[in-house]
């Protein structure tokens, strides 16, 4: 029963229904009974040791006013005689019925008064229910029904529960039951994003089992009633393939992603079932394509590895929905994905940085680990492929990328030095470390570990077994150097610009028609150099970028201009074979051009410039711009150059120069050229108005003068010169300054792709570089075969260092989890700082062994020794006088002269005995003092060292 307001006919009804222990609610604030009876629960007291109900001492009275003031508002009817009856009448229903009574107040903006209502019905059904079974059941129904994970920690979820948590184990109710209240209650909560619930039963269902059988059940349904994008692709497969969801949804990831290789499950061909590395990875991603973060991030906290990869991964994928959002039937999530794809690429920063923080030479190794989890892909790789800036920016990211470009060069080896040593090897010996983390555990089997035998065994051949050793280190030292990605780029500009220097010389003095004279040697030159590279090219098409899907992903501004470049090259040297000398001037202006472009080429080499290189990369966002913009300058080129010639010469011949004469007028216009004598008309001695002169081309034709083409001439200059110049510039500025912002970030990501160019390509110089290649072929063919890809960019370690990465991770992890927003924030600080100067810093401070680290360690707890040391020597000091001075004070005050000592507050004359006084002690000799010495236990190096350890 419900009471809101009511008469004294309420107020009897609800004592009937009271009697009868069915519950009443009641609305406070809704006037006459409702009020009359809320105001006696409240100044009544249960009190549920003694089991006894008390009221106030003025109950009574209180209540007795409340129905006198209810009768003199006019808004409850009631006899004055009648007040204490009806009082005494709730006192006693509410002394033996309180417990039935419930109150809600329209004041409460925090409960609502559904949820009131619900949690007297769940309170009616947990009495009356006696069956504990069909209780538990109710109790997940109604959590299901009414969304109320509060009714489920309070009944189900909780410790003290014990029993109905064990019932949730069992086969008839758990997880993996496809018709159990437990499964239909996630099921419907990951399908309304009810974070709550599940958080609580992932807190409280630990069998990853059950987990796999929910999956196995629902994870179709996940997708085809939650109306995402993916749901939508993998409803739209085809039906008669009797495909497992689990090839359905790599499908579907494939197609938003473009990448075939980067699938995010491993099939399973034996059997179609979920393996149990990738049920939690299942619903993160399943989150992440609904795009519903909170769900995700319980998911990507229940992972056992592979943190930062996964976090990375789904930024990539909700970048690419966002992509695709455009169109589909998706774009108001458009701006929500993106947001999304930010989030998840911070929270990888975040985590990256906590383990940077605790081990640099681990987390520099981690971005290179094969993710197996993720069709052996690498942090690097997904940061490369989907663009992902920020992270790419990263200390450790960058920091990796400049051990990988320096290679074995020592890191504070200057770019002079480098060049200088590329032609002086004698230099190579200073700059080139050849030792590595295995080189440095010395062992019997080491040619530097046997060398060291020899020379304590006193063996004669040691001193020959030296001089071998010492040739075979200048020799690595050498093949090191050179094949280093830095000293690689030095010599690929040199020969090219090499290259570019023969190129003019032979186009610009020495190009004849071949029955003139043959080609020359610098030609021939010129043509192995091109081959040389174009074979360069192919091979890091196919190799490093890797053809995908989207053709996008493959095509950059300077692929398109190498393609241009070389098909333009190749046809010069048709033409130049082919053609005889009278039309050889055709082929002449195709080496021209092509060389033309050659040179413009050759700005990528401006891309390993910090400062230089993103104004490479904005001139390159700009001709995109500029595409843009002469879409939009065509519409008024073709408009009003088919004004022009429409009235100027009317009934013109069709064919292609009528084409060419159409745009001629308008485009040079645009830069100024008028053609002013045209539009006014000519003198007729330089034209005619005969169709037969100007059609054999005799004499050029007339212009018809029209008073039109002066005003379509100034309705032209102000469209094309205010409106589409400021319109070119303005999109032109907005890239400068987008890019101008992110310049650093910018360069940072490119820098990636040069570096995995010039590692992987080989150390001979074009045209000796094809001798690479073939046995480039050989290696790729024997990886293969053999399944052995590594390198510096993709690296595959035992389950020893594996799991040692994973361990580091999850501490990262939950130290981002855990720690304040100021250590957060120092550590990114620490990061961005490092960031400026980590050219040079890298090696000294991250390539330590742990016994230098320690070493390091114990030298800074020494120094800190010693400042504690001279600390409390100074402390002591100081102490020492404050407290002689104390003594001499009460001194003074004991012993001073009776005008002084009966007035104290003269200062002057106190300091002036002190001083005699002092004086006269100085003489006589100083007074003995005992002081209680403290004592500051340090540890010494070797304990701390071995307790470590």
Request: proline share 2%; hydrophobic share 40%; with cysteine.
């Amino acid at each position: 029963m419900i009471i809101v307001g009511g008469e004294k006919d309420s107020l009897e009804t609800a004592m009937t229904y009271l009697n009868k222990k069915t519950p009443v609610l009641v609305i406070d604030g809704s006037g006459s009974a409702a009020d009359f009876i809320s105001k006696g629960y409240r100044m009544s007291i249960h009190e549920k040791g003694e089991g006894k109900l008390v009221f106030s001492e003025t109950f009574k009275l209180e209540m007795m006013k409340s129905a006198k003031y209810l009768r003199i508002e006019n808004v409850w009817k009631i006899p004055p005689n009648s007040y204490e009856e009806v009082t005494e009448k709730l006192q006693k229903v509410l002394n033996i019925n309180r417990k039935f009574i419930y109150v809600h107040s329209v004041n409460n903006t925090t409960y609502t008064l559904d949820r009131t209502i619900q949690d007297i019905l769940f309170r009616k059904c947990c009495e009356d229910e006696k069956d504990k079974e069909i209780l538990h059941n109710k109790i997940l129904d109604f959590v299901d029904l009414w969304d109320r994970p509060d009714i489920a920690e309070k009944a189900i979820f909780n410790l003290e529960n014990i029993n109905n948590l064990n019932r949730l184990q069992t086969s008839q109710y758990n997880l993996g039951e496809k018709y159990s209240y437990l499964s239909k209650l996630f099921r419907n909560a990951l399908l309304n994003n009810n974070v709550d619930v599940v958080k609580q039963v992932l807190e409280y269902i630990q069998d990853k089992e059950l987990y796999r059988l929910f999956l196995e059940n629902f994870l179709e349904d996940l997708y085809k009633f939650t109306g995402c994008l993916a749901g939508f692709l993998i409803s739209k497969q085809d039906i008669s393939k009797e495909n497992h969801i689990v090839r359905k949804i790599n499908e579907a990831v494939i197609k938003i992603i473009g990448i075939k290789d980067l699938k995010p499950f491993m099939e399973d061909c034996t059997k179609n079932r979920i393996p149990e590395k990738d049920i939690f990875k299942h619903f993160f991603i399943w989150a992440v394509l609904v795009d519903w973060r909170d769900l995700a991030m319980l998911f990507w906290k229940r992972a056992d590895r592979d943190y930062i990869c996964s976090a990375l991964y789904a930024s990539a994928l909700a970048k690419k929905l966002a992509e695709n959002s455009s169109s589909e039937a998706y774009m108001d999530k458009q701006v929500a994905l993106m947001e999304s794809s930010r989030y998840y690429e911070d929270l990888a920063y975040s985590v990256m940085t906590e383990f940077y923080w605790m081990d640099k030479k681990q987390a520099r190794k981690l971005l290179v680990t094969e993710v197996e989890r993720f069709n052996y892909t690498t942090i690097f790789e997904i940061t490369e492929k989907f663009t992902l800036m920020k992270f790419m920016g990263h200390a450790a990211c960058q920091t990796q990328l400049n051990k990988i470009w320096k290679g074995r060069i020592l890191s504070d080896t200057s770019n002079c030095k480098a060049i200088a040593a590329a032609f002086i090897p004698i230099l190579i010996m200073q700059i080139v470390n050849i030792d590595n983390t295995v080189e440095r555990t010395e062992n019997k089997f080491s040619p530097s570990g046997l060398l060291n035998r020899l020379e304590q065994e006193a063996i004669p051949n040691g001193l020959f077994l030296q001089s071998a050793v010492n040739l075979t280190n200048w020799m690595r030292k050498i093949y090191y150097f050179y094949d280093s990605p830095s000293i690689k780029f030095i010599f690929y500009v040199l020969t090219y610009m090499s290259m570019v220097v023969i190129f003019c010389l032979f186009v610009l003095t020495d190009l004849y028609p071949m029955s003139e004279k043959t080609p020359s040697v610098k030609e021939y030159f010129v043509y192995a150099l091109a081959a040389s590279r174009l074979t360069e090219e192919i091979r890091k098409a196919f190799v490093i970028k890797r053809v995908s899907l989207n053709l996008m992903n493959w095509f950059s501004l300077w692929t398109l201009l190498e393609i241009v470049m070389y098909s333009m090259f190749t046809t010069s040297v048709i033409l130049r074979f082919t053609l005889s000398a009278e039309n050889f001037y055709h082929a002449r202006m195709a080496y021209a051009i092509t060389l033309g472009i050659f040179i413009i080429n050759s700005m990528q080499f401006f891309l390993v410039s910090k400062y230089i290189g993103p104004k490479v990369i904005m001139i390159g966002r700009m001709m995109f711009d500029i595409v843009f913009f002469l879409l939009i300058f065509a519409v008024f080129l073709f408009g009003f150059g088919v004004i022009y010639r429409a009235t100027m010469y009317p009934n013109s011949t069709p064919g292609l120069q009528l084409f060419r004469e159409i745009i001629y007028m308008p485009y040079w216009q645009l830069y100024g050229e008028l053609f002013l004598d045209q539009l006014e008309g000519k003198d007729p001695s330089k034209c005619t108005n005969n169709a037969t002169l100007y059609h054999n081309g005799t004499m050029e034709r007339c212009p018809e003068v029209n008073q039109i083409n002066t005003v379509v001439l100034g309705v032209y200059m102000v469209i094309t010169h205010i409106i589409l110049i400021n319109i070119l510039i303005a999109m032109l500025m907005h890239t400068f300054t987008k890019v101008q912002d992110n310049n650093e970030l910018v360069w940072k990501f490119y820098r990636f792709s040069l570096i995995q160019e010039y590692y992987n390509r080989s150390a001979l110089i074009p045209p000796f570089s094809i001798i690479s290649h073939m046995k480039m072929i050989i290696i790729f063919i024997y990886h293969k075969c053999t399944e052995r890809k590594n390198n510096k960019f993709k690296m595959k370690f035992n389950t020893t260092v594996s799991a040692n990465l994973a361990i580091l991770e999850e501490d990262a992890v939950y130290s981002y989890l855990t720690l304040s927003t100021r250590l957060k924030r120092k550590h990114a600080q620490n990061m961005e700082a490092e960031k400026d100067r980590f050219v040079a810093k890298y090696e000294s401070d991250t390539d330590q062994t742990l016994l230098e680290q320690f070493n390091l360690l114990s030298s800074k707890l020494d120094t800190i020794q010693e400042t504690v040391s001279k600390e409390m020597k100074r402390t002591t000091t100081t102490s020492d006088t404050l407290l002689f001075r104390k003594d001499d004070e009460q001194h003074i005050q004991l012993n001073a002269p009776s005008d002084l000592s009966g007035n104290r507050n003269d200062k002057n004359e106190a300091e002036k005995y002190w001083y005699k006084e002092r004086q006269k002690e100085g003489t006589t000799g100083k007074q003995k003092r005992e002081y209680k010495q403290i004592e500051v236990l340090i540890r010494p190096r070797e304990t701390i060292q071995n307790t470590y350890i």
